[in-house]
């Protein structure tokens, strides 16, 4: 399961020695900031949610694969002007950098290649695959923040019963400041917006 780390009182040092004698970060008082999060050394994927630190479980062969699939299929179908990115942190805000398991975003926040984040205003689409541990993550608190931060679309993937990714989409509604629900898409992931796209999903299984 992940875990997340919440504040706790500040210490002399920003890691504490664990009695096997390795170092884990020990948080600040009122939680960690995005300058912070990106200073630490820190596993793959940690991500920053209200100043704590979210550890990442090993992911199941869906996981991978279902991302696999989206970002081939959305590749093929992104206009010019924009890029698709797997597992990179976007900040939201002082304390939030989460790391969707997708992103689109425009080319021009993406000329740096040695870049390790993306800022909210970037990006057009965040996509999140549930795991089991990710499962509260990924239907609320994300997708709350995400909408909060001014991202206009938002897909949740979830294995079906046939053991496939469904993909359930969400646009936000500028009166609401919330997503609104667009459609729930099993074999086939048909779309104008925010792309014009027809995928295959029932390609998962050749993968």
């Known amino acids: 399961m992940g875990g997340t780390m919440t504040a706790e009182p500040r210490t002399d040092a920003l890691h504490a020695l664990q009695s ?3 170092a884990w970060p020990m948080p600040p008082q009122d939680g960690y900031t995005t300058d912070d999060f990106f200073s630490l050394d820190l596993p793959p994927h940690t991500e920053l949610i209200d100043g704590s630190l979210v550890f990442v479980s090993p992911q199941r062969k869906f996981h991978t694969l279902a991302i696999d699939l989206l970002v081939n299929g959305v590749r093929t179908a992104l206009p010019e002007h924009l890029r698709v990115r797997r597992e990179m942190a976007v900040v939201l805000g002082r304390k939030q950098a989460p790391e969707p398991d997708l992103v ?3 080319a021009e926040a993406d000329a740096d290649d040695c870049q390790t984040r993306y800022q909210a205003e970037d990006v057009l689409l965040a996509v999140e695959v ?14 709350r923040k995400y909408a909060a931060a001014g991202i206009r679309h938002y897909w949740l993937v979830r294995m079906d019963e046939n053991k496939r ?3 359930h989409t969400y646009e936000l509604d500028p009166h609401t400041g919330t997503y609104a629900p667009t459609g729930i898409h099993h074999d086939r992931l048909k779309l104008a917006v925010p792309f014009t796209i027809d995928l295959d999903l029932t390609e998962y299984h050749r993968l």
Request: no cysteine.
């Open 165 to 167: 990714p469904a993909v």
């Open 104 to 106: 689109v975003v425009t």
């Open 130 to 143: 549930v795991s089991p541990d990710s499962e509260d993550r990924d239907q609320d608190t994300k997708p």
């Open 20 to 22: 096997d004698g390795s």
